[in-house]
DNA sequence: CACACAAATTGACATGGATCATGGAAAAGC
DNA sequence: GCTTTTCCATGATCCATGTCAATTTGTGTG
């Protein structure tokens, strides 16, 4: 189980973490990012009730693809997921990495099936929540629907600064930018904000970030040469943050 | 008043139709694309009594800044609107264009402020929506609950498409998917799929899209010349919709 | 109407980052 | 533990699109 709060594993892989499938939310160490947050006592049991604690899915494994009828939204338990979309042509764009506390398959409410791909990038579970269920419990807890509301305009914000990123921003610009929203990600989730796991591959990142695998392993390389960095396979250590918030433009 | 559904204007332009600062939202044109669609009579009655409903907005006015706080939603009544977000450096990115019946400021809600900036494109009226009130009344309607997380999670959606364009398509790919959305939308509206006006600039589109204005200004003449599209102007006509539509990638 | 200023077009040229190619290092499969 | 596959790093080259510059067209204003 994730005790955040109180572990700061430096090289941490949030896969690794033992977490136990029962606990409920008032005991999960997430609680202070995660959805019931707000909840009184009595919502919060009946959210508890049609939440479905998911097993591991392995790395690489689909926790749903574009062709499934969307049926429950998921928050990350533990691990990390990418999602992606995919062009008529099979080019695809990688549109989220997700760590625990995160919402996945938010822009499916009420569409038919997924808008998009969530695959696990190291072994992960989350909790599921069927949106049906959802809906049914929250026509009588407006904290809740205030809470669904809040998370969607975050993320639709984050997008829209994710926008400037793909549209206005050079190459050292945009891995700097993802290092640090990395960074700050896990620095939330009681982590060092300077030496943590890249969970996903170069290849991710570079398909995230609009760039070619190449640029970005030459990125690292001299993101590390000008001390900004240093990197070894997918652990990161962050040695000069403030340089590093300077570059984001 | 625009009565969508009537009249088909080949070059239209939303500002120059009247429109009626009165009309209660079951009288609208827009209804069937608007946020009261599903509501019961009761329900709207409510839900009309809190909106407000503009004046008009002259072309290059601010609907609202990202250093104003947060206090309303807003669904373009006529006319249209860009949205932008502005780097530290002072480079911006226009992250939508926003026509009748589409609302404006949703990445903001439960933010202390607006989290972009809303200028009108032409001569655009828009009602307002009070978010506090909204909320207030939202807790015994369901149905409207239901229909913001719909709105919310269909921009997000749409958010997510424009990423691929950003990320993986072509300066080519980029314009004829933009003229395909802007279309889809006008007829959305009852409008000519194929005849209309751009409110917005060469340099907006060409922000919004990733690319130098130059690059869209030889995009438009190149479209032209191969007898994908005809334009003069602002006016635009689409001369080869399949064309167009497999040259989306 | 004429002026001033902003927007759009078009051409010439430059360049950031893509693409291609190769070799080595992990990781996965058996 | 060996083999196969995928991932990553780095160099050489190229090209789509950006930048700069000059001109034309459009637009708003007194």
Redesign the interface.
Known sequence: MIQATNVTPLFNDLAKIEHDRNVACHACSLYSLCLPLGLNNNDLIRLDSIIERSQNYKRGYALFTSDQPFKSLFVVRSGSFK?T?S???G???V?GFYFPGEFIA??????QNY??NAKALESSSVCELPFQNM?EI??GM?QL??Q???R??????G??????L????TADEKLATFLLSLSKRFQDRGFSATNFQLSMSRSDIA????LAVETVSRLFSRFQEEGLISIAGKALSVQDIEKLKQLC?
Chains 1, 2 share one sequence.
């Open positions: 999602t979309i062009a008529t042509d080019r695809d764009q549109t938010l822009d499916a409410i009420h569409q808008q998009s809906e929250g026509k407006p629907q205030i669904m509301l809040t969607l305009s975050k993320e639709l914000a997008d829209k600064t994710f926008m400037l793909l549209g206005k921003k398909n995230h970030l609009g433009g």
